[in-house]
């Protein structure tokens, strides 16, 4: 049997560091009319739809805002601020402007049962 790299198997990939990707998060995109016109509505929902999610994801991870167990999002958001929390303002903004939509409003342990 050979011996030789894995490395050598698969195609390689560059990644970006974390500061180039932060740097460039602030700059407009310029995108050519048919880069635009190929995407499709459905996309930038999705698109908008999984970043919403991340921040609201986080909110539910942050242990600082309180238990979200058995509780909605909203009810979690007011009660940091009640007590003084100072629960990030994107995520209310968020659960106001969506809130007839379950996914939005549900932490991400609403299914499970502990």
């Known amino acids: 049997m050979s011996q030789s790299k894995i490395s ?3 195609q390689q990939q560059r990644r970006t560091t974390r500061q180039s990707a932060k740097s460039d998060a602030g700059k407009p995109v310029a995108r050519s ?3 635009a ?3 499709t509505s459905s996309d930038v929902t999705a698109d908008r739809l999984a970043q919403d999610m ?3 994801k986080m909110f ?3 242990y600082d805002f309180g238990p979200c167990h058995g509780v909605s999002r909203l009810d979690r958001w007011q009660r940091a601020e009640q007590f003084q929390l100072h629960p ?3 995520v209310r903004d968020l659960l106001a ?3 007839t939509d379950e996914r939005y409003q549900q932490s991400l342990w ?3 049962n502990i």
């Open 88 to 90: 990030p303002a994107a």
């Open 97 to 99: 402007k969506h809130s």
């Open 8 to 10: 050598t198997h698969f």
């Open 110 to 112: 609403h299914d499970t």
């Open 54 to 56: 991340q921040v609201l």
């Open 60 to 62: 539910d991870l942050n």
């Open 37 to 39: 016109s190929t995407t």
């Open 33 to 35: 009319s048919t880069a």
